[in-house]
T-cell receptor
Framework: EDQVTQSPEALRLQEGESSSLNCSYTVSGLRGLFWYRQDPGKGPEFLFTLYSAGEEKEKERLKATLTKKESFLHITAPKPEDSATYLCAVQSIKAAGNKLTFGGGTRVLVKP | DTGVSQDPRHKITKRGQNVTFRCDPISEHNRLYWYRQTLGQGPEFLTYFQNEAQLEKSRLLSDRFSAERPKGSFSTLEIQRTEQGDSAMYLC????????????FGPGTRLTVT
């Protein structure tokens, strides 16, 4: 069974204080690993897809990396508007219809 | 392209009542998914449609739950005889058949069973 574990559960940062979020996964053949951002009371917003170990993607202050067992989401010089829950999900090549298996998320709070 | 929409955004119901939620996917997206999310947890897969065919259902989807996508466009999720444990955010997502494998989520329907 596919499993995703995210750490830490919560992260408090000062504005400008860079940090990294971890996503550890086990999957029966990885089709893709996905990062989403979710604001309170809203649906997840797609950020990145990573397909193979060594791949990196960047968007503004966010950078996602992938190894064979985990992915990291690096937040560089965060701003208060980066406060959100960040979700990691995997998609198995054996999953019918490309269903996603999510981790529990990391709640990030950036204080000014 | 207006994104995935869901209706209603919030629903409060009494235990034992039936509820129905609607999802309108991004136009021309063949694949449609339903997920459930409880507070502090990540979304959990419920069911998946490709066009009008329901191709997979999770063990989480008890026989009180039924989903349809009659014309391959919008979808409905019905919960019969609601229980307090059904209280959650119900999320709909869609993706195209081709190109990338990412799914695009709607704003969700927050269900509270009293």
């Amino acid at each position: 069974e596919d499993q995703v574990t995210q750490s830490p559960e919560a992260l408090r940062l000062q504005e400008g204080e860079s940090s990294s979020l971890n996503c550890s996964y086990t999957v029966s053949g990885l089709r893709g690993l996905f990062w989403y951002r979710q604001d309170p009371g809203k649906g997840p917003e797609f950020l990145f897809t990573l397909y193979s170990a060594g791949e990196e993607k960047e968007k503004e202050r966010l950078k996602a990396t992938l190894t064979k067992k985990e992915s990291f989401l690096h937040i560089t010089a965060p701003k208060p508007e980066d406060s959100a829950t960040y979700l990691c999900a995997v998609q198995s090549i054996k999953a019918a219809g490309n269903k996603l298996t999510f981790g529990g998320g990391t709640r990030v709070l950036v204080k000014p | 392209d207006t994104g995935v929409s869901q209706d209603p955004r919030h629903k409060i119901t009494k235990r034992g009542q039936n509820v129905t939620f609607r999802c309108d996917p991004i136009s021309e997206h063949n694949r449609l998914y339903w997920y459930r999310q409880t507070l502090g947890q990540g979304p959990e897969f419920l069911t998946y449609f490709q066009n009008e065919a329901q191709l997979e259902k999770s063990r989480l989807l008890s026989d009180r739950f039924s989903a349809e996508r009659p014309k391959g466009s919008f979808s409905t999720l019905e919960i019969q005889r609601t229980e307090q444990g059904d209280s959650a955010m119900y999320l709909c997502a869609s993706s195209p058949l081709t190109s990338g494998h990412e799914q695009y989520f709607g704003p969700g329907t927050r269900l509270t069973v009293t």
